[in-house]
């Protein structure tokens, strides 16, 4: 059995630290070209690359949170992740999110996303959390306006330009 690091629960969601076991569905999730054209990163080439993502995970060692793996109640299934990560190079902490196509549309995203950021300002006392998005991804836009983010301003980060959203404590 594998030990989890259990993070923030929803009504359809649990939050838990991703394992060996989640290699599949991870890479069916960052290898999908319908996820990964809205994100500005390659897609995942092999199980392989997964179960080193997973293997080489450092942010909830080195920073005490992460992006956690999104598993619905109902079946236990992982459909995505979400969760807070900082980045040094903005020295921020951004909340990011990536659900497999089939469950877009349901509202997870947001659910996910508004227990993240209720985590960053309640457990870890942030007291601001950004959110980058590419301009093109308007799903990932509502997502951010629902739970509260405001458009700050288009910056470029890892050679694409993205909006900067924010909220504060």
């Keep these: 059995m594998t030990n989890h690091r259990i993070g923030p629960e929803t009504e359809r969601l649990e939050h838990r630290s991703l394992s060996l076991d989640d290699a599949d569905a991870f890479f069916a999730l960052n290898s999908h070209p319908d996820v990964m054209r809205l994100t500005g990163e390659p897609a995942m080439r092999s199980l392989d690359d997964a179960k080193t993502a997973i293997s080489n995970y450092p942010d909830f060692d080195t920073v005490g949170h992460g992006r956690w793996g ?14 807070l990560k900082y980045l040094s190079e903005l020295d921020e902490v951004d909340v ?43 799903a990932s836009i509502r997502v951010l306006e629902k739970v509260g983010m405001q458009q700050e301003e288009y910056i470029v980060i890892d050679g694409f330009t993205a909006i900067r959203y924010a909220v504060h404590r």
Excluded: H
Aim: aromatic content about 12%; some cysteine.
């Design 96 to 138: 990011g999110y990536r659900f497999l196509p089939q469950y877009w549309g349901q509202g997870q995203a947001t659910e996910a996303c508004s227990a993240s950021l209720t985590y960053g300002f309640d457990v870890i006392e942030l007291k601001r959390i950004i959110g980058l998005v590419l301009p093109e991804n308007e």
């Design 70 to 83: 999104c598993v619905l109640k109902e079946t236990q299934t992982l459909i995505g992740f979400c969760g």
